[in-house]
Structure formats: C-alpha cells, structure tokens
C-alpha cells in the first residue's frame, strides 16, 4: 500500500533521491536530511501509514533491527530511537518513520523536554486496571 502524494512513498519507489542505507521487501532505511546530528538517519515501513497505529504487525517486525544496525554503523555510543505520531507530538510527514539519531554531546542530537506529572499509587493502579483490561 502507498500514496501517490507521500514523500516518503516517492523516496521509496524512487522518484524522489534519497541516501538509501538499507531496502528489504518490506523496509527502507536512508540519511535524514536536516539531521540533528552525524549519522541521523530514518527506518521506515514500505506500507503507507501515517501512524504507528496504522501499520499491520508484520510490517513493523524488521524495523528495530534496522534501526539498531543504524545505530551501529555510525558509531554512535549515545543515540536516540524517536517515532512521532501526529502534528502536536512533532510529526510532520505523514509516513510513519523511525529515527536513530545519534547523541554525540549536549547540545547536539535530540533535546528531550520530560515534564513529569503528579500521581499516586492509587491513580496508577486505577490506570493500571482500565489499561490491563483492555490488553
Ligand atoms: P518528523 O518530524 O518525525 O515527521 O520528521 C520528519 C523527518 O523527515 C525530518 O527529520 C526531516 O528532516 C526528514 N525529511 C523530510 N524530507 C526528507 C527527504 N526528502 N529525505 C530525507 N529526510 C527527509
Ligand atoms: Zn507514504
């Protein structure tokens, strides 16, 4: 499955260049081009979604380890694996995408802002139950 307006889908099909690392039948992996860091690069299902939630289980499988050999080539010791879903949480192609992206030092790589929120044991368990329920 693919969109005929999806960027990603084009670096796919390759109507659109990419710095292509990695292709197996269901996965393509390639260079960020605005990287946060040395070695950014993206892991991506060949099925179009925009969501993680969109994707089938069997075209998820590959991914992590693409990813970790991504990871491993650029010789990073720090890195991140980042995946976005929707506007407000930082997605803006619409193509679910892996990133790796290297951690080289502090101000280079990804910046994570980790605002923690006030709970209790009871809140979680009470979060724990409805959650488990519907596993
Ligand atoms: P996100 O904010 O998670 O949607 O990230 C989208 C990523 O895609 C950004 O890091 C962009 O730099 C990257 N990107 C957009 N267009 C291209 C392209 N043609 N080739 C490689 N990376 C791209
Ligand atoms: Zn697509």
Known sequence: MSSATCIFCKIIKGDIPSF????????FAFLDIQPLSRGHALVIPKYHGAKLTDIPDEDLQEILPVAKKL????GAEDFNILQNNG??????????????????NETEGLGIGW???KTDMDKLK?????LKSKM
């Open 115 to 117: 605002p923690t929120q």
């Open 126 to 130: 009470a979060l724990f139950e409805e």
């Open 87 to 104: 506007r407000i949480a930082h997605q803006v192609v619409d193509h679910v995408h892996f990133h790796m992206i290297p951690k080289p």
């Open 20 to 27: 292509k690392l990695f292709e197996s039948d269901k996965v």
């Open 71 to 74: 990871a491993k080539i650029s």
